[in-house]
């Protein structure tokens, strides 16, 4: 393996002619479509979606490493535009390609180990996975079609059910897997999401009313008497549902993370930043009791996902550097102290964690849920310090929900 490495790393480093340019090369190819990347995502959080997805659809010009990445900006940039099933469509390829890339090739792992990871194809976040199916969620039920939410609702458990420690606390994209399978009458699946949520949350209070009405109906006498006494008060005899996703704020930036060993080695890991979103303070007029709200800061389940993925990290970050040193040597033992130098210098500069991620989503997202009478209703939805929308006009017949999805 320590040859092939060799191999790889000669082939890269040493051939007559090309040392000088290699550099520059792969600057050029991990500074191209990131660029692209980077701006689109300030053109939508400076509020310009359309021109953002301009920018998107010029596409990933080098070789589709980052084909990833466009398709889940593509995705989130077209719900805010409320072209949910151009956003479907994005995303079901975006789910795809990660179904694909569960492999990577062995070439393709060997070759980030002797130049950097940016070279290989972006393959998401164990957050960002889960994200996927939480934007289809909303996507169909948005479009009506509780049958293709609940198909995503059950890949999104499957997703939860492989990194439960990484996505424990996405109680936003929880709620909203067990809302999807009480919409299609699985009652079976909501009950035991909502259960596990009332465990898991830091008061069940949210999900009260629903462990309530489903536990009666599927006879859980122990449940009923042990939630009863802890619904929320003065929710109205309502026979139909407003439901909001609320997006507010910005995910935190992936940045990187250096340490250096003299002479030349780099051990290089990624990291998100610090942030809060704020919760979304709700308001709604005309006023309406609200059952209490399901939320999730995204920059903390993200910075969780990576947490899980430290051991790995670490470990190819090792064998990395440990590749790198065996390559310098030998390019000093065969072509002299300046080569050795040359080499060094070059793989030093080459080794930049990876700081790939999907900058559109929001910082905080939130699911709000307002038990309404049938009939026609115009209401106003404010967050507090970020604005007012008003909603279109809704007509609500008996037993429906209507969604609508807004970013403040």
């Known amino acids: 393996?320590?040859?092939?490495?060799?191999?790889?790393?000669?082939?890269?480093?040493?051939?007559?002619?090309?040392?000088?340019?290699?550099?520059?090369?792969?600057?050029?190819?991990?500074?191209?479509?990131a660029g692209r990347l980077e701006k689109a995502s300030e053109l939508f959080h400076a509020e310009q979606p359309e021109a953002a997805l301009a920018e998107l659809e010029k596409g990933d010009i080098f070789g589709g490493r980052n084909r990833l990445l466009f398709l889940l900006e593509r995705g989130t940039v077209l719900h805010q535009l409320g072209r949910y099933r151009e956003s479907s469509e994005a995303l079901l390829q975006a789910a795809d390609l990660l179904q694909s890339y569960e492999q990577l090739g062995i070439s393709e792992q060997v070759g980030s180990l002797?130049?950097?990871?940016?070279?290989?194809?972006?393959?998401?976040?164990?957050?960002?996975?889960?994200?996927?199916?939480?934007?289809?969620?909303?996507?169909?039920?948005?479009?009506?079609?509780?049958?293709?939410?609940?198909?995503?609702?059950?890949?999104?458990?499957?997703?939860?059910?492989?990194?439960p420690q990484a996505l424990k606390n996405d109680f936003f994209s929880r709620g909203l897997i067990a809302l999807c399978f009480a919409t299609v009458g699985e009652e079976n699946d909501a009950y035991l999401v909502y259960r596990q949520l009332a465990d898991d949350l830091p008061g069940p209070a949210p999900v009260v009313a629903d462990l309530l009405r489903i536990s009666s109906r599927l006879g859980q006498r122990d449940d009923v008497e042990r939630y009863q006494g802890l619904l929320p008060p003065n929710l109205p005899a309502a026979d139909g549902e407003l439901v909001l996703f609320i997006a507010n704020g910005r995910i935190p930036e992936k940045m990187p993370g250096n340490i250096i060993v003299p002479p030349s080695i780099r051990f290089s890991f990624p990291y998100y930043e610090t942030s809060h979103a704020a919760l979304a303070q709700v308001v709604l007029s005309p006023a309406s009791p609200m059952l209490p709200p399901l939320s999730t800061s995204l920059g903390e389940v993200a910075r969780q996902s990576l947490d899980?993925?430290?051991?790995?990290?670490?470990?190819?970050?090792?064998?990395?550097?440990?590749?790198?040193?065996?390559?310098?040597?030998?390019?000093?033992?065969?072509?002299?102290?300046?080569?050795?130098?040359?080499?060094?210098?070059?793989?030093?500069?080459?080794?930049?964690?990876?700081?790939?991620?999907?900058?559109?989503?929001?910082?905080?997202?939130?699911?709000?849920?307002?038990?309404?009478?049938?009939?026609?209703?115009?209401?106003?939805?404010?967050?507090q310090g970020r604005g007012e929308v008003k909603l279109p006009e809704f007509q609500l017949r008996k037993g429906q929900k209507v969604f609508f999805s807004l970013r403040f």
């Open 1 to 33: 393996m320590i040859r092939f490495f060799f191999q790889a790393g000669l082939t890269i480093i040493c051939r007559p002619g090309l040392r000088v340019f290699i550099p520059l090369f792969l600057l050029l190819l991990l500074t191209g479509c």
């Open 114 to 163: 002797v130049t950097t990871e940016w070279l290989t194809r972006y393959k998401g976040e164990y957050s960002e996975r889960l994200w996927v199916h939480s934007y289809q969620m909303m996507n169909f039920l948005l479009l009506g079609e509780y049958d293709s939410a609940y198909v995503e609702a059950r890949r999104a458990v499957e997703l939860y059910q492989r990194y």
């Open 308 to 383: 899980q993925r430290k051991l790995q990290l670490i470990a190819k970050e090792t064998a990395r550097v440990a590749a790198k040193e065996a390559i310098s040597q030998k390019v000093g033992k065969d072509y002299g102290p300046t080569a050795e130098a040359v080499a060094r210098i070059s793989l030093l500069l080459l080794e930049e964690p990876d700081t790939r991620s999907w900058q559109t989503l929001p910082g905080r997202l939130t699911l709000v849920r307002v038990p309404l009478l049938s009939g026609q209703h115009m209401i106003r939805v404010r967050l």
